[in-house]
């Protein structure tokens, strides 16, 4: 569907979290009024229809993925099974009956519980700002392939984690700095660098708004049962904590992460 350049520049004003999906309430309402066309007068009116029926909108949580299913180049580590697995999750904690309870008036959007995954550290789907953020992930390792000095893997690291030297047998890795893409791994022809473990990066507490923070990062690799786990313990602690709708990243403490982390 077509946008007016008015339309499409009130529309620049929406929050991006909820950008996407107000973008396509505006044209649905605009499809069904039988226009082809969004102007500025059907984003007005469907605004006005959108925040009165909000509250019944709302399902208490936002998940969202990036779009590596779709073929992206960038994939690490797919999290498509944990998408699935932890809408479940959501649906039986019911997080939004525990907001209907907690929460005094309307429910509006920024009182859903957001989780985010992308397949690698870009972070299309910035779970760096969600209460629940994961980022596939891969790290390589070295082995005992000859290296052919080819420098493909120094080239392709987009962190300069990499190293080479003329006299040196294999290349050398700053692991300290090592994003876990897995780009080196995919570049390398001798196979000198080859994948070690997989799993995915979790991160706990971001948050946009009047006080933004990124959300802090659990130190190791996890699978996507231990994700899936830390989740739960998440939603657990927020519904613990939370009262009139707080959200997790304003509860949550650098001391809280070890509560949620599951044991080894």
């Given at each position: 569907?077509?946008?007016?350049?008015?339309?499409?520049k009130?529309?620049?004003?929406v929050?991006?979290?909820?950008?996407?999906?107000?973008?396509?309430?505006?044209?649905q309402?605009?499809?069904?009024?039988?226009?082809?066309?969004?102007?500025?007068?059907d984003?007005?009116?469907?605004?006005?229809?959108?925040?009165?029926?909000?509250?019944?909108?709302?399902?208490?949580?936002?998940?969202?993925?990036?779009?590596?299913?779709?073929?992206?180049?960038?994939?690490?580590?797919?999290?498509?099974?944990?998408?699935?697995?932890?809408?479940?999750?959501?649906?039986?904690?019911?997080?939004?009956?525990?907001?209907?309870?907690?929460?005094?008036?309307?429910?509006?959007?920024?009182?859903?519980?957001?989780?985010?995954?992308?397949?690698?550290?870009?972070?299309?789907?910035?779970?760096?700002?969600?209460?629940?953020?994961?980022?596939?992930?891969?790290?390589?390792?070295?082995?005992?392939e000859?290296?052919?000095?080819?420098?493909a893997?120094?080239?392709?690291?987009?962190?300069?984690?990499?190293?080479?030297?003329?006299?040196?047998?294999?290349?050398?890795?700053?692991?300290?700095?090592?994003?876990?893409?897995?780009?080196?791994?995919?570049?390398?022809?001798?196979?000198?660098?080859?994948?070690?473990?997989?799993?995915?990066?979790?991160?706990?507490?971001?948050?946009?708004?009047?006080?933004?923070?990124?959300?802090?990062?659990?130190?190791?690799?996890?699978?996507?049962?231990?994700?899936?786990?830390?989740?739960?313990?998440?939603?657990?602690?927020?519904?613990?904590?939370?009262?009139?709708?707080?959200?997790?990243?304003?509860?949550?403490?650098?001391?809280?992460?070890?509560?949620?982390?599951?044991?080894?």
């Amino acid at each position: 569907m077509k946008w007016s350049p008015e339309a499409d520049k009130a529309m620049q004003k929406v929050p991006f979290f909820v950008r996407k999906k107000v973008r396509q309430k505006v044209e649905q309402y605009t499809w069904d009024k039988g226009k082809t066309l969004v102007g500025i007068a059907d984003v007005k009116a469907a605004k006005k229809k959108f925040l009165s029926s909000m509250s019944t909108d709302i399902k208490g949580y936002q998940l969202d993925r990036c779009f590596g299913a779709s073929g992206c180049p960038h994939g690490a580590m797919s999290c498509e099974g944990i998408m699935e697995k932890a809408e479940a999750v959501f649906m039986e904690e019911d997080i939004l009956g525990f907001l209907k309870k907690e929460v005094k008036g309307d429910l509006k959007y920024h009182h859903e519980f957001r989780m985010s995954c992308a397949d690698c550290p870009n972070g299309c789907s910035q779970p760096q700002i969600k209460d629940v953020g994961i980022l596939g992930a891969v790290t390589p390792r070295l082995t005992d392939e000859t290296c052919s000095q080819c420098l493909a893997c120094v080239a392709v690291c987009p962190d300069l984690c990499i190293s080479l030297d003329d006299n040196a047998k294999a290349p050398s890795i700053d692991f300290d700095a090592c994003m876990m893409c897995g780009k080196c791994i995919n570049a390398c022809p001798s196979g000198t660098i080859d994948e070690g473990e997989k799993g995915f990066r979790v991160q706990l507490g971001g948050r946009l708004g009047r006080h933004p923070r990124l959300a802090m990062e659990i130190p190791r690799l996890m699978s996507e049962l231990e994700v899936l786990e830390v989740l739960k313990r998440a939603l657990a602690f927020y519904k613990i904590h939370s009262k009139n709708g707080t959200r997790f990243s304003k509860m949550l403490r650098p001391e809280h992460i070890q509560v949620i982390i599951p044991a080894k």
